[in-house]
């Protein structure tokens, strides 16, 4: 809604640097609009950076954790990976009951808690759990749980490939 000239208030004239400027209501209503559209893709922006950084934080976390499990001739059956919310995240690594009940294993559990003294923090928490192989694990519960497979993909492809 334009104001006339005649008729302008105080509020309509705006004063900067010794000049006037004059606005009608509309036009910093539109201003006001504008800027608040752009200040939330901003921050939607901002937050799916974060989320993708945290997210890449846990993945290359738990694939060094598994790195380790493996290269200390830990059979790992599967590793899971789930976010909770854009902080926390839980990776589940199911390994062989040989290389569960091990005495060696130990190391893994110091190499966990060594990852996540150095990593956790208030923006960003991953916690590791081990379980050991048996053909009750439920996999459809662990993905309606939110957790996904490292493997899944591989997984899918090679049931493809026995089938055709």
Do not use: C, W
């Amino acid at each position: 809604m334009a104001t006339a000239i005649g008729k302008m208030t105080p509020s309509d004239v705006i004063k900067s640097g010794g000049s006037t400027h004059l606005f009608s209501a509309d036009k910093v209503i539109d201003a006001y609009m504008k800027g608040k559209i752009f200040q939330k893709n901003a921050e939607e922006k901002e937050m799916m950076q974060f989320i993708k950084g945290n997210f890449s934080k846990a993945v290359k976390l738990s694939e060094e954790l598994n790195k380790f499990i493996s290269d200390n001739e830990f059979k790992v059956r599967d590793t899971m990976l789930r976010m909770k919310d854009p902080f926390v995240f839980d990776a589940v690594y199911i390994v062989s009951k040989e290389s569960y009940y091990s005495e060696k294993f130990r190391n893994v559990y110091k190499k966990s808690i060594e990852l996540k003294t150095r990593n956790n923090n208030e923006s960003f928490n991953l916690s590791f759990t081990f379980m050991p192989f048996s053909k009750k694990i439920n996999d459809e519960r662990l993905r309606s749980d939110g957790f996904y497979s490292r493997d899944a993909k591989r997984k899918a492809i090679k049931a493809r490939t026995r089938t055709t």
